[in-house]
């Protein structure tokens, strides 16, 4: 699985468990596991028994999410105790003085402990060297709590700007403060929960799946760059001896500009292309999506009626597309309702909606990372990242995202369960893909998929719990593949890079659809087509119609039963134009025209 799939695969499906176990508190709840969590509070001592359930629910996060960060991906991250919950530090509260107090008073021990040390190490390493001052060491920490005690990537600059960087992760950081008492360093620490724990997982996932691939310190990229440098000088010599480069100063520009085009590449994927665009031209820029998507999407809807056949051009069946098709409807009527109300209506999530929760194929959190990239709010910040979730809830994209995603995981465990048996001369192919054979499935005595780590156990009696979650990670990884294949999932991976860099933003904006559509659905039907499978090339047959059926609807309900004066004299030509333009089926070619 590629870095980037791999990534928001892991953030979603932590921060679904995070927020799976505060779902139902309400502020005051959170406020109190808050203060228990921090405080290290004997779960027999929460009162509130919706309070004590969750805190029991994080404590079997914080386990979890301890074993994927060392076992599975292989950081090297102490083990605090039992009750572990991330510090973080409330900076306002830090610099109001309370802190410094503490330090000089009840913790001095400990300072002078801590400054002997450091005059110790600076004397043997320098006998002339400057002591330091029990006051200067207090001054330093409070310095590098309220300086460096960044709680989300965004508050640190990048190291470099080709992608080769030390994703900060502020839960991999020696405490400088371990000795404070619990009650002591809780005063001190946010008290936003959510905010706290979500951005914890999502430092610690990108940490993990940067570091596994790359290096703690991306060394394995910065030695793969060395190289690819090296063999463009190589390349250069040859083409400057057969005469391709006039001369010495024109093969140094050769490689210069060769080497950009890589390095950037790079950059633009792990997102440190551009970091360096001053807050004005941001500004411009987020406006400028902004204005766009308010001018030209509210009825963005109509135009992803064509998705639901991504499920069949991956493999799925086209009843399943249908079934998907109007869940997606359901989804959308059921949001809208719901912002009338003043409080929405109670809903029984599906088990194939819980199942793309737990998986990691879609967000607890309503606003999903997907519809930002694909319409440009990757980019944003502030109010118009405000504006623009909002749009996207009240014109019906949020929630027919969303459905897309839960009906393609349906339709990824059915598609597995069938192949499972190798059916056709491409089962094999397909069920390797997803990284099994066929017969290999882990199956439940009905031969249904098993997606749980609970019902692997009690199905193989006598498995490890380590063993059970690497096998439902496995199955997990695979629906996820499935997905990815079958609805659309912009990243970095799909744009050149300078869609990526934030100072050309506003225009590059309303392209991604182009590109996301070209890698993720156009390419797959041609390989197929290579293997002898030309049934997803023949889906894109049902693109086209389906997209002018959508666009004459769109047109009767804004015209009042009036076709828009340009479809009036349409022939069966200007049909067909319309069909193939609006649908995208031309993927990236669609761009040029």
Known sequence: KGYLNARNEGMRRYDNLFRRAVDKLDKRQLDELTEAM????????????????????????????????????????????????????DVDKVREGGLEKLLSGKYIGEINKMTAAINDKRSRGNPDAEMVSSDEVISAIVNHITRDNPLDDADLEPQRQDGVLRPWFAGGERRVLDFLSPEDRAQFQEKDIIKTVSRYVRQGVRTAEYSSRFGRTGAVLDRQLDKIQMELEAASREMLAAGDLKN????????????????????????????????????????????????????????????????????GEMREAFTTFTEGIKGVARQWSDAIREEPADRQKSQWEELAEHAGVIDTATFSHLL???????????????????????NGMEAWNRAMRVGATRSAVR???????????????????????????????????????????????????AEAEAKIAKVHSAINRWVEGAVLSPN????????????????????????????TIMKRALNEAKHGNVMPLGVFAWYI?????????????????ELPAYMKGYDLGDWMLHGVDRAGVLGIGQVAI
């Open 372 to 394: 930002a990239d694909e319409y440009g709010s990757v980019y944003l910040d502030g109010t118009t990242k405000k504006i623009n979730e909002v749009m996207f809830k009240a």
């Open 492 to 519: 970095a991976a799909q744009r050149p890079a300078w869609g990526s860099d934030p100072h050309y933003s506003m225009f590059w904006h309303l392209k991604q659809f182009a590109y996301s559509f070209h890698e």
């Open 248 to 315: 010495e100063k024109a093969r140094e520009k050769w490689v210069k500009r060769q080497y950009r085009d890589v390095a950037n590449a790079v950059g633009g994927m792990e997102g440190s292309l551009g970091h360096d665009i001053s807050e004005g031209v941001r500004k411009i820029n987020s406006w400028s999506i902004v204005y766009q998507n308010v001018r030209l999407l509210p009825l963005a809807l109509f135009s992803s009626f064509v998705d639901p056949l991504g499920i069949v051009a991956r493999g």
């Open 38 to 89: 921090q405080n290290e509070t004997p779960t027999g001592d929460v009162r509130d028994i919706d309070v004590a359930a969750a805190k029991e629910q994080l404590h079997a996060l914080f386990e979890r999410f301890h074993r994927y960060l060392t076992e599975e991906k292989g950081l090297r991250i102490g083990k605090i105790n039992e009750g572990y919950f991330p510090v973080v530090y």
């Open 545 to 561: 119609p389906t997209m002018i059926a959508a666009d004459v609807t769109k047109g009767l309900m804004l015209g009042a039963g």
């Open 415 to 465: 598609f597995m369960e069938r192949h499972n048996k190798a059916p056709t001369e491409h089962s094999a192919r397909w069920m390797k893909d997803l990284g099994f054979g066929p017969g290999t499935l882990p199956l439940d005595s009905e031969g249904k998929l098993i997606t749980d780590k609970r019902v692997m156990m009690s199905e193989n009696p006598g498995m490890e719990m």
